[in-house]
Every structure is written in structure tokens, then in C-alpha cells.
């Protein structure tokens, strides 16, 4: 399978947000999306799973065609992790889980034995089960992110899009999310402003500037001083950390 974004181009209002953007990936990757505030990633997280809607371009995931396709048909099969997940009014932890198989509902269809065999799956995996009879509103940030993780999970999606998933969280949970995803074994497109993460994580990385990628590959070839400065406007040594093999980063003004 894979996902195919063919010359997208985003306005928001009369402000071209994307501008002729193409980008293709083989949906058994983890492959990120990095960039500076204002590059155009969430834009184009929006824009694939149909929360925008482009000028122009096609966006194709195993053949099915994104833009002419309903909501409800993409969203069976494209699970999605935003930034912010705040609620006003309150669920249990497994009320919450068990909206993800909405999609998978006809109208005022009720759930079944097997939906409530997924959600009991879907919170074993993300280590929430001893939670599910308490208010998501009472957990913290890190934890509402793991219950919003596993109603994705109970969606059983085919693709994973992240927004910022680590986003507002502290270090441990930030990487206990990344390890909960990569573990899915399911193609996973994620924006990330941390580029230790990214260089942790992804197979492959795309580098977004002005609305457009100026640079893709792996993060070891990815990387480089100049794209960095490029970017987001700082200095910076890469250098090989000897306790993970992985590449790493000091930056100075």
C-alpha cells in the first residue's frame, strides 16, 4: 500500500498555505514531517484527512481516492492523533475508547460484543485497562494521550496520521507515545518539532519550508548543519551518540 500526494496546493483564505507539493511513501513506513511554525505541516496533516479541503492536487491512499471519497470511508481506514484533545464535557476512559468504532457504525446502530472486545484490546495495548472506568477530564496530558491513541487503535486503521503528538507532554511520555506507536507495525506519518525524536524514530524524514519540501530522505542523510540553519534559524553540531548509535544535536545562536 501506499500514500501518494500528487501537486497540492492549500489556501487558507486568499494565503497559499501548500504550494504544488508531491510527496509518496510505502505505507510500512514511519516516515516524519519537519519543519518551523508556519511551514505548512499541519496544513497538510489537515488536508489528507479531509479536514481541509485543497485548491488544487490529489491525494491518493492504496488507489482510493482521498478527495472524492466520504469522510466516513476515509476515516475507516486513516486514524488520526491530533494536538489537542481537551473536552468540555466528560466520558469514561472506555466511552472514549469506544467512539472510535463510530466509524464503522450505521446511523443509531448500537454496539456489540466485538466492539467492546476491541475497545478491552485497544486499551490493553496503550496499559490504560485499570483506567477505563475513570473520567478522561481527570487524567493527565500524557495519559488523555494514550486513551486518545488507543481510540484510534480501536478504529483499526490501515494508517496512522500524528499531528504533534508529543506536543505539551514531558519527556517520559513523549517517548512512551512514540514507542506505543512504532510498535503498531502500520504505516505512521508524522509532524514533529523535535528533531531527536524524528532522528529516533523515523525511517524517513520530509523537510518542509514556506509551504513546500525542500529536502527529503533518511535522518542520517537527512540531516545536515546547513538544512538546520535553513529551517529554523540556529546553529548546530551533529554528532553520532555512542549510547543509542542514533544522531544527535547541540544547537548555539
Do not use: W
Not at 20 to 39: E, P, R
Not at 104 to 110: A, D, G, P, T, V
Not at 188 to 201: F, K, P
Request: a neutral charge; hydrophobic letters at 40%.
Amino acid at each position: 500500500m501506499s500514500l501518494d500526494i500528487q501537486n497540492l496546493h492549500v489556501k487558507l483564505g486568499k494565503k497559499e498555505i501548500i504550494h504544488d507539493l508531491s510527496l509518496s511513501m510505502n505505507t510500512n513506513q514511519f516516515v516524519g514531517i519537519i519543519g518551523a511554525n508556519g511551514s505548512g505541516k499541519s496544513t497538510l496533516l489537515k488536508t489528507i484527512y479531509k479536514s481541509l479541503t485543497p485548491a488544487k492536487g490529489r491525494i491518493y491512499f492504496d488507489g482510493l481516492d482521498i478527495l472524492h471519497t466520504p469522510a466516513k470511508k476515509v476515516s475507516q481506514k486513516l486514524g488520526v492523533v491530533g494536538q489537542f484533545n481537551e473536552l468540555s464535557f466528560d466520558f469514561t476512559v472506555f466511552q472514549m475508547v469506544l467512539l472510535g468504532r463510530t466509524p464503522h457504525k450505521k446511523l443509531l446502530e448500537s454496539d456489540t460484543k466485538e466492539d467492546f472486545a476491541i475497545v478491552e484490546q485497544a486499551l490493553a495495548k496503550m496499559g490504560l485497562t485499570s483506567f477505563k472506568n475513570e473520567s478522561f477530564l481527570s487524567l493527565s496530558g500524557g495519559e488523555k494521550q494514550r486513551v486518545i491513541l488507543a481510540r484510534v487503535l480501536a478504529k483499526q486503521p490501515e494508517f496512522m496520521i500524528l499531528d504533534e503528538p508529543t506536543n505539551h507532554l514531558d519527556i517520559r511520555y513523549q517517548l512512551e507515545m512514540m514507542e506505543s506507536v512504532k510498535k503498531l507495525g502500520i504505516g505512521v506519518l508524522v509532524a514533529l518539532h523535535d528533531l531527536q525524536l524524528a532522528a529516533n524514530y523515523c525511517d524517513y524524514l520530509y523537510a518542509m519550508k514556506d509551504g513546500a519540501i525542500v529536502a527529503f530522505g533518511t535522518p542520517e542523510n537527512l540531516f545536515t548543519q546547513d538544512l538546520i540553519e535553513d529551517l529554523y534559524g540556529i546553529k548546530c553540531s551533529i554528532y553520532k551518540n555512542p549510547m543509542t548509535d542514533k544522531i544527535a544535536f547541540h544547537y548555539y545562536l
